[in-house]
């Protein structure tokens, strides 16, 4: 089975930065996409960004200028460089995992990290 280290979230004043991480851990011989998603209290859960192991990359409108992801394909490690901070960046941030294959066989169901909690408040 594979499991999702997430890391990197905080408190932080708005206008600062955070960067996160999630490693995938496992028998893992390759992943498609590997990414971000967030959940605030009340709302929906949205895509912050994603990015597939070409190096083909997607993000949500509220962050496309602001965050930047990053992937070290050998290492199974996704990264998010979260700069100039709003209130409204503060949730739940979940690593997204999809289109594993471990020991040769190909995992249908996408893999979820547990969620880190980024706050940004004065």
């Known amino acids: 089975q594979v499991q999702l280290v997430e890391s990197g979230g905080g408190l932080v004043q708005p206008g600062g930065s955070l960067r996160l991480s999630c490693a995938a851990v496992?028998?893992?011989?390759?992943?498609?996409?590997m990414g971000w998603y967030r959940q605030a209290p009340g709302n929906q859960r949205e895509l912050v960004a994603v990015?597939?192991?070409?190096?083909?990359?997607n993000y949500g409108d509220s962050v496309k200028d602001r965050f930047a992801i990053s992937r070290d394909t050998a290492k199974n490690t996704v990264y998010l460089q979260m700069n100039s901070l709003k209130p409204e960046d503060t949730a739940i941030y979940f690593c997204?995992?999809?289109?594993?294959?471990?020991?040769?066989?190909?995992?249908?169901?996408?893999?979820w990290g547990q969620g880190t909690q980024v706050t940004v408040s004065s």
């Open positions: 990015h597939t192991r070409t190096g083909s990359t």
């Open positions: 496992g028998s893992i011989s390759s992943i498609n996409v």
């Open positions: 997204y995992v999809a289109g594993i294959v471990t020991d040769g066989v190909f995992h249908a169901s996408p893999a």
